[in-house]
């Protein structure tokens, strides 16, 4: 089932943004990219507040009349409207759920904070940055260890519990954590970048390399 083309509101360095538009590249969808200059304060700006996202962030997803926002509930839409990557019973919308509320609130939430800080906001290492880091490490321990068990997160095959836990494994920041100390992990990270249409968040989104 095709949908008729969204407009993805983001940036090369939004991995929230990419979680959807990872999404749209693995099923084939058509979709226009609207770039926002996050980093310049185009989020915050009392226009786009008002005109695009009230909670003044990315990604923002135009479709069918409506500006669809915050990435877990976008995806869950979308698999909804496709059936690509859903649920098929009770019990698997169960898990899907599950697994992206761990990550908005934990994987992606403490991970991509510290990112942020560390490789744009430039703080340096501050007690900030090294709670993030600790909140990080054991996000992603959970998450080895769940992978130990199974390949995907949400059963035996890719659903959007994965591209949501997908969406900031990809950028090339130091931040601090190896991740040869989380094996399952890096080789669920390698199974989903081998999927057929996978393409690396700075190659499908605009604003890559960042402009001072």
């Known amino acids: 089932m095709t949908i008729e083309k969204p407009v993805l509101y983001c940036f090369a360095q939004s991995g929230n943004a990419y979680k959807v538009a990872l999404f749209f590249a693995l099923t084939g969808q058509d979709w226009t ?9 185009e989020a915050r700006s009392p226009t786009y507040r008002q005109t695009v996202n009230e909670m003044a962030e990315v990604p923002v997803l135009r479709w069918k009349g409506q500006n669809l926002t915050q990435s877990g509930a976008i995806l869950t839409r979308l698999a909804e409207e496709t059936g690509h990557f859903a649920g098929k019973t009770a019990d698997e919308r169960y898990e899907i759920l599950r697994w992206i509320l761990f990550d908005n609130h934990k994987f992606t939430n403490h991970y991509a904070t510290l990112r942020f800080l560390l490789s744009f906001a430039k703080t340096g290492e501050t007690g900030a940055t090294e709670f993030l880091r600790g909140r ?18 949400a059963g035996d095959r890719v659903t959007i519990a994965d591209l949501s836990l997908a969406g900031y494994v990809y950028y090339p920041e130091e931040i601090g954590i190896d991740w040869s100390d989380y094996p399952h992990l890096c080789a669920w ?24």
Do not use: C, S
């Not at 990080?136 to 998450?143: I, L, S, Y």
């Not at 249409?197 to 499908?204: A, I, M, N, R, S």
């Open 136 to 153: 990080a490490k054991a996000a992603f321990k959970v998450a080895n260890t769940h992978l130990a068990k199974q390949d995907f997160f």
């Open 189 to 212: 990270r390698e199974r989903i970048a081998a999927l057929p249409g996978w393409v690396h968040p700075y190659e499908l989104m605009p604003g890559q390399p960042l402009q001072d």
């Open 33 to 41: 990219p609207h770039f926002v200059d996050f980093f310049k304060g």
